[in-house]
């Protein structure tokens, strides 16, 4: 099957730095997703990108999709303690035909905030 | 907030038992998802549904079944529970985004299940 590799696995930041995570995949998708998951909850989405080359802002978040389609971009500015948690990149296989979203999932990046 | 509530939310149970979680969603949507999450794997589709009765297989689909008799409840049972099973499960909805009209997945908070 399909393979995202997220990365990085895990990050220790302080208060108030800069976040950059990536995704790659080994073929191409036609929309990256990118979710964030609390403890005990289920992931949320975050940002959704649809076209190569989009770049889309949600607040402090930005999200980029790749112009090869194999890869998407994650900053996160200025970071808080609420932004604490982990970050799934998701992707949408280009040759998926139901009319749904079957999706591929990163296995994560776990944001963690020293004080 | 998609509309989608799981349950139970947590569950222990013994090898060889059967289990059933159930998904439900009060918005209509026609699409549903059963993951599966684990460490290191990320989330993993089990089964999904695109309408009343009608559900096909994920990438880790082998010793579950789902079930899908109303629009609004999407079953997921392991006939004979394994400790290889002891997993967090969500459910997961498609949904229109709201910004550009185009489906994307919405989960639920969850089932912690643990075999022993």
């Known amino acids: 099957g399909q393979q995202l590799n997220q990365s990085p696995q895990s990050m220790f930041i302080q208060e108030g730095e800069d976040v950059s995570m990536n995704c790659t995949s080994s073929s191409i998708f036609n929309t990256w997703l990118w979710y964030k998951q609390d403890p005990g909850e289920g992931p949320v989405l975050l940002i959704a990108l649809y076209k190569a080359g989009e770049l889309t802002s949600n607040g402090r978040l930005t999200a980029q999709f790749g112009i090869t389609r194999k890869d998407s971009f994650l900053n996160i500015s200025a970071s808080i303690p609420s932004d604490v948690g982990i970050y799934f990149c998701?992707?949408?296989?280009?040759?998926?035909?139901?009319?749904?979203?079957?999706?591929?999932f990163g296995t994560g990046t776990r944001l963690t905030i020293i004080p | 907030d998609a509309g989608i509530t799981q349950s139970p939310r947590h569950k222990v149970t013994e090898t060889g038992t059967p289990v059933t979680l159930r998904c439900h969603q009060t918005?209509?949507?026609?699409?549903m998802y059963w993951y599966r999450q684990d460490p290191g794997h990320g989330l993993r589709l089990i089964h999904y549904s695109y309408g009343v009765k009608d559900t096909d297989k994920g990438e880790v689909s082998d010793g579950y079944s789902v079930s899908r008799s109303k629009t609004e409840d999407f079953l997921l049972t392991l006939e004979s529970a394994t400790s290889s099973q002891t997993s967090v499960y969500f459910c997961?909805?498609?949904?229109?985004?709201?910004?550009?009209?185009?489906?994307?997945?919405?989960f639920g908070p969850g089932t912690r299940l643990t075999v022993l």
């Open positions: 918005e209509n949507h026609r699409y």
């Open positions: 997961a909805i498609t949904a229109l985004s709201d910004e550009r009209s185009t489906d994307t997945q919405y």
């Open positions: 998701a992707g949408q296989d280009l040759r998926s035909n139901f009319g749904n979203e079957k999706l591929t």
